[in-house]
């Protein structure tokens, strides 16, 4: 399966633990995006990464969540001190430039967060 | 205002119907328009894209952009039950930042 794979699938931890998740996008893919979906909503936009420089992040991302994506490959999010409001789906996506301007994200699986 | 409203549904209706799913939006920047079906449990994936206005067909699926009335759309014929699913528009600036609808819920009974 070459599409975008996240690890782990699931994850319930108590508040106040700290979460990593890992993303691995498709391999010739240069962009990276992290967003959270929460039920009933669309997918929120977390971070951006184009190859390993972390272009954007969004105000929703406080400083309890960083993101890295060392050597341009595969990302990792860390979610420190984690709170019940952090309960979501983390998806993970990734794209390649196109013609005219395109963007086509490409989505994983997400890593579902239950806080207790 | 949210840059893009979309109808959550649920919206739910007879195999073989045609169904039409609705976004409007407010910022005149967004040049890009696409939308994603995503099965519960699942994340994401892209059905069609179009650029600017008009309408685009992909088999039982059509796309239809009106930018003077920031008013987009897909059309579903033939509806099947394997179409029950959450329906996403997503909208891009030519930026790297896709804002997505809040997705509306697609029921096909058989």
């Known amino acids: 399966d070459t599409g975008v794979s996240q690890d782990p699938r699931h994850k319930i931890t108590k508040r106040g633990q700290n979460v990593t998740f890992r993303c691995d996008p498709i391999?010739?893919?240069?962009?990276l995006y992290w967003y959270r979906q929460t039920l009933g909503q669309g997918p929120e936009f977390l971070t951006y990464?184009?190859?390993?420089?972390?272009?954007?992040k969004s105000r929703l991302l406080s400083d309890r969540f960083s993101a890295e994506r060392p050597k341009g490959s595969f990302s990792t999010l860390e979610i420190q001190r984690t709170e019940q409001g952090d309960s979501a789906m983390y998806l993970c996506?990734?794209?390649?430039?196109?013609?005219?301007?395109?963007?086509?994200?490409?989505f994983g699986p997400g890593t579902r967060l239950t806080v207790l | 205002q949210k840059e893009v409203e979309q109808d959550p549904g649920p919206l739910s209706v007879p195999e073989g119907a045609i169904v039409s799913l609705n976004c409007t939006y407010s910022?005149?920047?967004?040049?890009?328009f696409m939308w994603y079906r995503q099965y519960s449990r699942k994340g994401p994936e892209l059905l069609m894209y179009?650029?600017?206005?008009g309408n685009k067909e992909d088999g039982r699926f059509t796309a239809q952009v009106d930018k003077s009335s920031k008013y987009i759309s897909l059309f579903i014929r033939d509806s099947q039950p394997s179409d029950s699913a959450t329906y996403l528009c997503?909208?891009?600036?030519?930026?790297?930042?896709?804002?997505f609808g809040a997705g509306t819920r697609l029921f096909v009974k058989a």
């Open positions: 996506a990734s794209s390649s430039p196109g013609t005219g301007g395109t963007d086509t994200q490409y």
């Open positions: 391999s010739e893919h240069n962009r």
């Open positions: 990464f184009q190859n390993e420089a972390q272009l954007e």
């Open positions: 910022n005149s920047a967004f040049q890009y």
């Open positions: 179009t650029y600017s206005s």
């Open positions: 997503a909208l891009y600036t030519g930026g790297f930042k896709t804002i």
